[in-house]
Every structure is written in C-alpha cells, then in structure tokens.
C-alpha cells in the first residue's frame, strides 16, 4: 500500500501534480521565440532513476510551442509526455514543483539548457531531479519502498529544425 | 509512529488518488494530407491513461485509419480496424490508392539495459484491405552498453516510405549493437510488395565514442529525388544547413558523402501533414474535424536547391 502511494507521489512529481509555473516576465523571450517551431529531438539519456520515472525530452517529432510566456514540448505522436518550462534566462529555461503532505515535501527539478542555437540546430542538456526536503517521514517511507532519495536523469539532446 | 506513518500513507493516498488507475480513453491524430494534396488520412486512437493532473501517461495503443477524398472539415471514415500499436508513420498514396501505416507498441526494457518493441508497416487499399509489408516482429529501439546507466535511439529501427508518386516502397532496416551498425533499404513495387530492387547496404558514417560507449549518428530518411532515398547523417560536420548523406537509387546506384540540404529530409515523402502549398492539416482531438489551411511549421516536400 505504502508502496503504491509513493510511486504515485514521485510519478506525480516527475509529471507535474502540482502548481503549474507562472512566466516572470524577466526571461528572455527571444530564447522561447527562437526555440518555437518543429524540431527533430534525439539524443542519449543518462539516469539513475528506477524505472518509470526516467525523464527525457519528446523524441522524434516534436512541436515546441509559447504558451503564455512557458514553452510547452510535445511529440508529434503524442507518445512522449510533454514538458512545460519557464524561460529563466537567456539560454536557460527551468520548473520546479513541490509536492507536500504531512511530513514529507518532495521536489521535481528540470532544467533546459541551450549550448546551441541557430536556424537548423539547437542543442544542450535537460536533466531531471528528483529529490525531498530530508524529512525523515520521507526517507523511512521511500526506504521501505525501495526508492532513492534522490535520482537524476540527464539528456544530452540534439535538434533540427524541420 | 505506526499511526503516523498510517497518516502519512492515507494523505498521499488522497492527494494523488487519480494517479492510480488506468483508464480507457481514445482521441484522433496525425492527420496528413494526400500525395495530390487532395484528400486526407488520419488516425483513430484507443488507449490507457493514467492521469497525473496535469499530465496524461499512455499505453496499450490501438490504431484505426481514417480516409476521405476531400479536405472539407468533416470527420474523415474509418477504413479499417483497430489494430494493436500506435502509429508511427502515415502516408496517404492517392494516386496510387492505398496508405502506409507504421505501428508500434510500448517499449520494452530488457535486462541489459536496452528496449525493444514491435513494429509493423501495412498497405491499407482504399477499400480497407490490410496487407502486411514488414515487421510484426521485435526490434531494438534504445541501445544500452553499460547496462543501463546511459541509452539512446537506433535508427529507425524499421521504416517503409513510399517514393513521391507512390509506385515504389523504400524498406529501411538497420540493426544496432555496441560495436556495429548495419543498414540497408530493399525497394518494393508498391502495388504487389515485389522486390524490385535490393536490400542494398546504406555506407554508414563513424560512430562518436564516450568512452567505451559508441554513439551512433542519428539518421534523417527521405526520398531526394523522384528514385533516389536517402540516409543523411547528424553531426557529421556539414555547413549549417546541409547533411553529409548516403543515397541509394532504384536500380542499385548508391553513393557516399554527398550533401544535401537539411529541408530534403523532412517531409520524406509527397505526402505529409504539409501540402504543397505549404499549408498545414490539423485534426480536433475529440471530434476529428479537420482544418486544412492550418499554419504549417515545417516546409512542404521537396528540396529547396
């Protein structure tokens, strides 16, 4: 039972059960408006996260597209989970989102680098962290499930424009 | 404690119960226009969700196609049955009269680290006759050599794209494993699925190494030219804008290290969800209206020098 209750707790995390992020208005929005568009995203992902909750980028066919100020990343198929970010500088776009209850705050962090942008490429790093507050409710009930304390998954991602 | 842990258990229990169970759910998608741009092929999709707020976990797809001779905004007809995967390629081949359809199911990890699936690719008649052309069988999709820690996508690993006027099938395979890569492409007279030609072996370009783990190109499919396909490779070192390819024509011809613009490659083929004027085809997700004079993000087929 405990079990369960917390794979749906960090899968709720890694999937955005939570407040959806509000765009600052500082950001650069040349980066979300250079990055909208259709790309091709491949690339390999390192991760030391149990399985179901590694975390990549939509690969294949994607559509990156500015939702009020966030840039939101779908796959063409729809297969991928889309991901929804925050421009939080100019080559840097990010979400945090925390989940609480009683004696246990977790935390989900991703984070969208950009080393490389022009008109037909775009490259960089995403990585996904999922971590708690320290809490030792947290730690006891993860340790009973077998589930880390802490996972990273890292993307080294490619894409071309289409 | 055990009260507290108990408190603990029931609060995540209710804070995420709609993450639990799965349910049945279903939406149309990836529609695309005909090779004349005059009709138009989509899917019907069944699958099961896991909601998570605000976000949706999908698996155990089924697929049904969807034809109309027309780009009006009506529902297009379903042409055949749900079949077992989700689609992964749709071409709509009207002068010719039939679809390709690629499917594939949920991945698979294995035990060293890598994932497979199946994958299938079918001739569907615009009369709703399903032919199988390749597949039906497990493929590699993400390589692993270091048991897991770190994976990426194989090429391809199976893709069937007809040629722009529909009468020829280029059947990529490639196989992928911590040493080696193999690719080929076999074409097949779309009408009977005959080999006119092939397999013929695609020269492939070095992997990049991360230690003692190879990173293999990614791979851009397309046909460049009326009977020539095309593998370009990423990362090769090109000016912006172009891909170091190989090509391979009907008839045997293939040839290494020859540069191609980045817009040959996508869409691969005449038939795509961008019309030859450039306009774009999007379907409603729950009522499978189309609208055909969408703003397109991608160019239409064809190389632009």
Known sequence: MSRAALWCLVGGLATGCGATPEPTGVASHDLLAALVGAWRVEGPVRSDCPVGLERHLPRGETI??????????????GETAPVLLEPVGEAR????????VPGCTGRETLNLVVEQLDSTWASGLYTAVFSHDGGSSCAQLLAEAELPDRCDSAMDWQARRL | MRAERALVVASVMLAFA??????EDSRYGYPVFSDDDVGVAAVYMTFEAQDAVSYTRTQNYQSQVLMKEDTGSARPSALTALMTGQVRDLFFMRDEEYIVLGRHDDEVERSDG???????YDRVDLDGTVTSIAGGSTYLSMLSCDGGASSSATAGPLKVIPSPDGT???QFESTSSCTERSMSVTFLDASDLSVLDGPHTIPDVAPTWSGSTPWWATVDLAWSDSDVFAAGFWGSGMTPGYLSASTVEVGGIVTEEVVLSMDCFYPPT?????SSAGDGVQIDDESGEINASAVSLVGAYGCSE
């Open chain 2, 270 to 274: 005449s038939s795509s969800n961008t």
């Open chain 2, 168 to 170: 020829v099938l280029a």
């Open chain 2, 114 to 120: 890598s994932s497979e699936r199946t994958i299938w």
């Open chain 2, 18 to 23: 709609g993450c639990a169970s799965w349910e």
């Open chain 1, 93 to 100: 776009l990010s979400r945090t989102t925390e989940v609480a």
């Open chain 1, 64 to 77: 990156w597209t500015d939702r009020s100020g966030l840039l939101h990343i779908a796959s063409a198929t």
